[in-house]
């Protein structure tokens, strides 16, 4: 089956008077692709920054040499998703019916074209997403043959790695397709990979610590609802709305964070978005990035277990924290490499508790040391961001709902980061980005530099 007739059969059910997202990408695409080639020969070589030497050495920190249209970070605003904060997202984006959370396919939308998409056009996405969900056969029995032992994002890697099997770019590429058609092979392969995740991540956490069984797939609810009912909480609709939220604002977080600059990275190569979420996600499994959830939570319980009934006792908390820091650790949930205040994303999580989950001992324990830790590490000096980041406060709302087992935590970011680092593969393609490959000096060559730099 052609590209062009796959893509009729598989929205013709879902159509709408109002163009399908691929429709719509299509429309956009030739003025951004004239933007771009507009804007590369005017100020193509303009200077627009310069290179520290401890930024070389300091993992690269500042330096602007990415492009990312879906989100922008601002040290003191915070995350904008095409341009909107997150209580604009919580505004704007449609909903389920009954929600006051954001569906995160619309989110997907408004990454992917700059719009908000109408209520109409997200039920149609919603219900194309459902349609692509299912799993083929030998990637359901891999799953089944992996060791409980192994750790859920090692499976949730292996599984995207097997899924290469159904990719069209792969294909289309070894066929000989035109340059020009890229990234319509990509988009598919995108919305197949994005619709076909909560599938994988589900049967990895049915099977790694439940009874082995995956609820199938509804086609009248939206994507977070059927997510949750996979997982085996779909019943409990907080949970599915703690969903909607989690996946929203877990998704994107512009593109030089490890999880999106490794996607964008082997999508650059030409590897498929099968073959680039997966590296993406080996990233995000690193105890430095996505994994941090998991030990955030880790800490807090062992924190609650030596306060006992104090956790409201600021003077133990404060004890508690330079115990941690003295150790040679740091306070996990503190601190990030751009942001200089409060993340937004913390805060957006505070106020579901405080609507959901008030008087819930973690969340106070949690709220206490929002309290204290800034002063804290203000004290101790070390860190330019003393301010709570996502992860302080994502783990606690999950152990409120019975998802306890921490060590699945990351695979629900996973999930989550799809819905912002996809979109920019299809962008990359649409604009025809070049492959990735900055240059790299050894620590000798970089002395000869500096020196030849003074010296002059």
Not at 192 to 203: G, M, T
Not at 326 to 348: E, I, Q
Not at 354 to 369: E, T
Not at 389 to 411: A, M, P, R
Request: proline share 5%; net charge neutral; glycine share 8%.
């Amino acid at each position: 089956m052609s590209l062009r007739n796959f893509a009729r059969s598989a929205t013709r059910a879902y159509s709408t008077a109002e163009p399908t997202l691929k429709e719509r990408f299509a429309q956009l695409l030739p003025g951004w692709q004239a933007e771009a080639k507009d804007l590369k020969t005017k100020y193509g070589k303009t200077v627009i920054g310069e290179v520290l030497l401890e930024q070389a050495y300091g993992g690269m920190r500042g330096i602007k040499g990415l492009v990312w249209e879906g989100s922008v970070l601002d040290p003191v605003e915070g995350i904008r998703f095409r341009g909107m904060t997150i209580p604009d997202i919580q505004k704007a984006l449609p909903k389920a019916e009954g929600s006051e959370e954001p569906l995160p396919e619309a989110l997907f939308w408004l990454l992917l074209t700059g719009e908000v998409p109408s209520v109409a056009q997200t039920k149609a996405f919603s219900a194309e997403l459902a349609s692509r969900a299912t799993l083929p056969k030998h990637v359901e029995d891999l799953l089944d043959t992996c060791p409980t032992t192994l750790h859920p994002m090692a499976q949730f890697s292996i599984a995207i790695n097997a899924l290469e099997s159904e990719s069209k770019f792969a294909k289309a590429y070894a066929a000989g397709v035109n340059k020009k058609e890229y990234w319509q092979y990509t988009y598919e392969d995108s919305i197949d990979l994005l619709a076909k995740l909560p599938n994988v991540a589900a049967k990895i956490y049915r099977n790694v610590f439940k009874d082995g069984k995956v609820a199938p797939v509804d086609a009248s609810l939206d994507y977070s609802h059927n997510f949750a009912n996979m997982l085996g909480f779909g019943e409990n609709k907080e949970f599915v709305e703690l969903m909607r939220l989690y996946l929203s604002i877990h998704s994107d977080h512009e593109g030089g964070n490890v999880s999106a600059h490794t996607t964008h990275l082997v999508g650059s190569a030409l590897s498929s978005p099968y073959l680039s979420l997966a590296a993406g996600m080996n990233g995000l499994a690193g105890p430095l990035h996505g994994r941090a959830n998991q030990e955030v939570l880790e800490w807090l319980v062992a924190m609650k277990k030596e306060l006992g009934d104090d956790i409201f006792n600021k003077e133990k908390i404060e004890a508690y924290l330079w115990k941690t820091l003295n150790s040679g650790r740091v306070v996990p949930g503190y601190g990030h490499a751009v942001l200089r205040k409060t993340d937004p994303r913390y805060t957006a999580q505070r106020e579901f508790a405080l609507k959901h989950m008030p008087d819930y001992d973690m969340f106070k324990l949690v709220s206490n040391i929002y309290e204290v830790a800034p002063k804290v590490l203000t004290e101790q000096g070390k860190t330019k961001n003393p301010w709570p980041n996502v992860d302080s406060h994502s783990g606690i709302l999950l152990q409120y709902y019975g998802l306890t087992q921490e060590s699945y935590y990351t695979v629900l970011f996973g999930v989550a980061r799809a819905f912002g680092v996809l979109p920019q593969l299809i962008i990359d393609r649409g604009l025809g980005m070049a492959i990735e490959r900055p240059k790299s000096f050894s620590t000798q060559k970089y002395k000869e530099l500096v020196e030849k730099i003074t010296k002059a």
